[in-house]
């Protein structure tokens, strides 16, 4: 598997975990009904497929991760945030990023299996030094985040992008780029968050690029009074 990523170490790693996660196709198969059976009743997908997804891998696509690393290193974020590190493959971009920076990686999971497989990941990369995950709620674990926060993953329960973005925003330096997965996936749960980042009056320009299943690309413009 072609990298950016010129660590053998985290090479190794990522193409490892990304062979097991090819066994997600099982259990998105074994959810599908479930997901149907939500939407028939006025719910969403999301909510049909949850109970299956503590074994999943649900990882970003390669091409994801060289350009979330690209785009770390371009921007010599110093401070990079991760809400859903889930086992950890995202994160072995964004930690190689921060240590080629200089800087530290501060991922989050809740899923105790998740946690400690990621925590395994990352230290099997050679990349524990400069990452942790942080376990349990983010929305408390990422409360005491010191300023400035250079860059933002978010890849957790999309019902919780926006409220973690407003928790984080204050704290983003000018030129902060903040990252949201599934937007092509989960349209209609990610649309206040979207338009939320759309609007200019919340300091944020913002796109979505055809990455994956849809990653939106925000760029903190300048402070700004968050509105309620």
Do not use: C
């Not at 997901?35 to 696509?61: E, K």
């Not at 978010?154 to 780029?177: E, F, N, Q, S, T």
Request: proline share 6%.
């Amino acid at each position: 598997m072609h990298s950016v990523i010129a660590d053998p170490r985290v090479a190794a790693a990522l193409e490892r975990l990304y062979a097991a996660a090819k066994g997600d196709r099982w259990v998105f198969l074994r959810a599908a009904p479930a997901a149907l059976w939500s939407l028939l009743r006025g719910g969403s997908m999301l909510d049909g497929v949850l109970p299956y997804l503590q074994d999943a891998y649900i990882p970003i696509t390669p091409e994801q991760g060289d350009f979330l690393y690209l785009t770390a290193r371009l921007i010599d974020a110093r401070t990079i945030v991760e809400f859903g590190t889930s086992f950890g493959i995202s994160a072995l971009y964004l930690a190689a990023a921060a240590r080629a920076n200089g800087g530290r990686f501060i991922g989050s999971e809740r899923e105790s299996g998740k946690l400690s497989a990621a925590r395994a990941n990352i230290a099997a990369a050679g990349l524990a030094g400069v990452a942790e995950v942080r376990e349990g709620d983010a929305m408390a674990t990422f409360a005491e985040l010191p300023a400035p926060i250079d860059f933002v993953l978010l890849d957790g329960w999309k019902d919780l992008y926006l409220p973690m973005l407003r928790l984080l925003a204050p704290k983003l330096r000018a030129g902060a780029a903040v990252f949201a997965d599934n937007v092509f996936t989960f349209p209609k749960e990610l649309a206040a968050y979207v338009a939320f980042v759309r609007d200019p009056v919340n300091g944020f320009a913002s796109m979505t690029l055809p990455l994956g299943h849809g990653l939106e690309y925000s760029v903190r413009l300048a402070p700004v009074t968050i509105r309620a």
